[in-house]
């Protein structure tokens, strides 16, 4: 058992906040299956196609038969501690920074001998459960866990490092008028949020959720992510206080190129979901990386909301999908300048959502509560991609297994003439 | 499959033992300290660095170069070169290499040397590139570097044969003991069981005391036939077995053994006699938790009875078993790859009767071990080599 972690006292400005530092990041091209299974959630290893042999650390060739066959396939995570140590001191300062730190040794039930991180609620010599998670390298890493659920286990100063938690966090929701708003406000708050900044644009303009959120307890602050000084100015304001970011803002209108008659439309949904981004990157960006050593309520999360069309584009919205593409490219960029600090990119890719500008699609849909609930998922685990609804994972299985066969799917016109 | 028995070592001979003064922190290459070894070992014998035909180098700090580089740097022209990057084994994997080159008369006169420098940042350095396994798999997690490693080893150790930090402590404290005779060792002041055992944490269960001090430094000797020593009428030592073995019980979920159970009685049957047979035992003491393990491995006891022989025995100079006698890497220093033939350059001195302040007395008999390279979670190399008395100083 854990003790529940209390929300952080008032930081005292004289003292020095802890710089940003990072374990280790380096590991060879093999190692990355890992880090790729534990983006979404997943415990992966090495399994030999030829020989159904286990084997890690990860390798170039089999290690029972040579073969080059060997895809990560999810792994099965009981195993027994057979070691461990408390590392008092390293010569890195990541860890010169956090220590006491526990590692040992599982023998896992299935074969491997791997070396782990300790979860506190883990008793020497026992049964463990193993798990991946990103550290704040961004590369994947395996933590033995106790084989039951603990309680708060994962307010455990481990678990505060290898996740996004949002409990004790300060949030800014960029959005108060997308259909989500709401809901994404009372999951972070049922989630432990401290704050829960909403960005309003055009104040003076009613909207019907506004009292939702005023029940939830939202603080409301003026944002416009198309206008670069509204951005700017509410980056002063709260920037060093910005735990995680989500960025829910979003235009979105039907129709490709053909479909309208100039770019008009376009130029939207660039200004919002593209150049939105960037320009709440640019205010909130700096400030955040370097506060993501900060204690409990340090700076941890970018989050972006995008349409699954970023990955292969859905027609009948095809300038919008191609503004989630711009979006996607430049979250990829983010998530690399970000990750010198350690400040973890997470991207909801989700289906059409159940917002009129999508009222035309058949279902299904994702519900606003449906995409919340993933959203606080998501920051819980870790991860830096999640697949809100059937339809994103659908999209996302079709696009690994072949994304050209995708496109054809995506883009079949009907039975011409 | 039967192995075939190895041809014996007859007729190799090891001469010339040297060790530089070692330096916690030096502004120099280890090009320098190789260079001060190899100089020191062909001027103690009166040869010239032209008379060397075989040269064999371990060193991690040497990059760019290897022993290519080397030879034009340090003007040799050799007709055998060997690189042997293998940390705590080197000695007796050089060894073995350089005897069957000098048997076969591909060179007649062979250096081998270990040296390495130790700059403020090396060994952060050097644990961050160490192998692809440690980068993937190990350092990311705590980078307690080899001390989390024999940590673990440690733990399971303790956990499995009720060994106890006081057991380790005996190594530890019989070690500074003897390198208070040793005036090139780097701890030169004494150790009590009690400080041992009070020592700050490094990480549970290892403890200051436990680990070794990286430092600069290099070591070396020279490998020839036995009619070139008597010809050049220098002290030497005869090599009467040699054993050498990598990645050994993989199978293993913790290393608790080494790579010497499997060619013990290869080494015993090529020495021609017993562990009892030993006046001095030179291990590789990085950590004190393989130096029980070298005990058992190479039958000085049964396995897991590592505890009860240190408690059974007096490891000092003048005790029932002299072991690690310069102080070992743990009082000595560890000079990176020289690490790796302290022990060895050792016992030659104990056996040609050249140990001066560590002499063991009609030391004729020497066994020395090596054990090298945690490339993810335990040691894969291991070395064992027994070298008789040929002529004393």
């Keep these: ?417 | 499959m039967t192995r075939r028995a190895p041809a014996s070592y007859n007729g190799v001979v090891l001469t010339a033992p040297f060790s530089t003064p070692y330096q916690r922190y030096s502004i120099d290459t280890a090009h320098h300290w190789i260079a001060r070894a190899l100089k020191g070992s062909l001027d103690s014998v009166g040869l010239k660095k032209n008379q060397l035909d075989g040269f064999s180098v371990s060193s991690f700090t040497l990059f760019p170069d290897s022993a290519v580089g080397l030879t034009q740097h340090l003007g040799l022209s050799t007709r055998w070169l060997d690189h042997v990057p293998m940390g705590g084994a080197s000695a007796g994997v050089a060894l073995r290499r350089a005897a069957r080159a000098v048997q076969a008369g591909d060179a007649d006169i062979v250096a081998c040397v270990a040296g390495d420098t130790n700059h403020i940042d090396s060994f952060r350095q050097l644990l961050s590139s160490f192998s692809r396994f440690a980068m993937d798999a190990s350092y990311p997690y705590g980078y307690g570097g080899p001390n989390a490693n024999f940590a673990l080893l440690t733990d399971h150790y303790m956990n499995e044969f009720g060994a106890t930090r006081t057991d380790f402590g005996r190594i530890c404290v019989s070690q500074r003991d003897n390198a208070l005779k040793n005036p090139r060792a780097v701890m030169q002041k004494q150790l009590t069981l009690d400080q041992y055992l009070k020592a700050r944490l490094i990480a549970d269960p290892i403890a200051l005391f436990d680990c070794v001090m990286p430092c600069a430094g290099a070591e070396s000797f020279l490998v020839m036939h036995e009619d070139k020593a008597l010809q050049l009428g220098i002290p030497f030592a005869r090599l009467t077995a040699a054993i050498e073995r990598h990645n050994a019980h993989a199978d293993d979920p913790m290393q608790l053994r080494g790579g010497w159970t499997l060619d013990r009685d290869t080494l015993w049957e090529m020495a021609g006699c017993t562990p009892l047979d030993i006046d001095v035992m030179q291990t590789y003491d990085d950590y004190p938790v393989i130096v029980m393990m070298q005990f058992e491995d190479l039958g000085m006891c049964e396995k897991g009875e590592g505890p009860t022989f240190v408690r059974d025995h007096d490891l000092t100079i003048n005790g029932n078993f002299p072991h690690n006698t310069s102080g070992g890497q743990l009082s000595a220093g560890q000079a990176g790859a020289a690490g790796g033939f302290i022990g060895m350059v050792e016992a030659l001195r104990q056996v040609t009767g050249q140990a001066s302040g560590t002499q063991v007395k009609d030391a004729a008999r020497a066994l020395v071990t090596g054990f090298g390279m945690i490339n993810y979670d335990r040691g894969l190399c291991t070395s064992a080599t027994v070298l008789e008395t040929g002529v004393r100083a």
């Design chain 1, 1 to 417: 058992m854990t003790d529940p972690l209390l929300a952080p006292p008032k930081k005292n400005p004289q003292r020095r906040s802890t710089s940003p530092t990072r374990p280790p990041e380096m590991r060879s091209r093999a190692a990355l299956g890992l880090t790729a299974a534990a983006a979404e959630g997943r415990l992966a290893l090495q399994c030999c196609a030829e020989c159904a042999t286990w084997q890690y650390p990860p390798r170039d060739a089999c290690v029972a038969c040579l073969s080059n066959d060997l895809p990560w396939v999810d792994f099965p995570p009981q195993g027994q501690l057979l070691a461990e140590t408390t590392v008092q001191t390293s010569p890195r300062l990541y860890y010169r920074e956090r220590v006491p730190w526990r590692i040992g040794t599982v023998k896992t039930d299935v074969g491997p001998i791997i070396l782990v991180h300790i979860h506190p609620d883990v008793t020497p010599q026992s049964a463990i459960h193993l798990t991946a998670h990103l550290d704040r390298a961004g590369q994947g890493v395996l933590v033995a866990m106790p084989p039951q659920e603990t309680s708060n286990a994962m307010d455990a100063p481990l678990m505060r490092e290898l996740t996004a938690d949002p409990k004790h966090r300060r949030v800014l929701l960029t959005d108060a008028r997308a259909e989500n708003a709401p809901a994404m406000a009372k999951a972070l708050k049922d989630a432990g949020a401290a704050i829960i900044f909403i960005g309003e644009s055009e104040s003076w303009r009613p909207y019907t959720a506004r009292a939702a959120l005023q029940e939830i307890g939202v603080e409301f602050m003026p944002l416009d992510v198309t206008d670069t000084l509204s951005v700017q100015t509410l980056a002063g304001e709260i920037g060093g206080k910005t735990d995680i970011l989500i960025n829910n803002a979003q235009f979105v209108r039907p129709g490709g190129a053909l479909a309208r008659g100039d770019v008009g439309f376009a130029q939207n949904e660039m200004d919002v979901n593209y150049f939105g981004m960037m320009r709440l990157a640019q205010a909130f960006g700096p400030g955040m990386c370097k506060r993501t050593a900060d204690e409990a309520n340090s700076a941890v999360a970018w989050v972006n909301l995008l349409h699954i069309g970023a990955l292969a584009n859905t027609p009948e919205y095809g300038a919008f999908a191609a503004s989630q593409s711009a979006a996607h490219s430049l979250s990829q960029s983010l998530r690399s300048e970000f990750r010198t600090a350690g400040l973890r990119v997470m991207n909801v890719f989700s289906g059409p959502t159940e917002s009129d500008w999508f009222a035309s699609l058949p279902p299904p849909k994702v519900l606003p509560q449906s995409l919340a609930r993933d959203v606080i998922k998501g920051l819980q685990a870790g991860v830096e991609d999640v697949w809100s609804g059937d339809i994103a994972k659908d999209v996302r299985d079709r696009f690994r297994r072949d994304p050209k066969v995708l496109e054809r799917e995506l883009t079949f016109g009907g039975d011409g003439p």
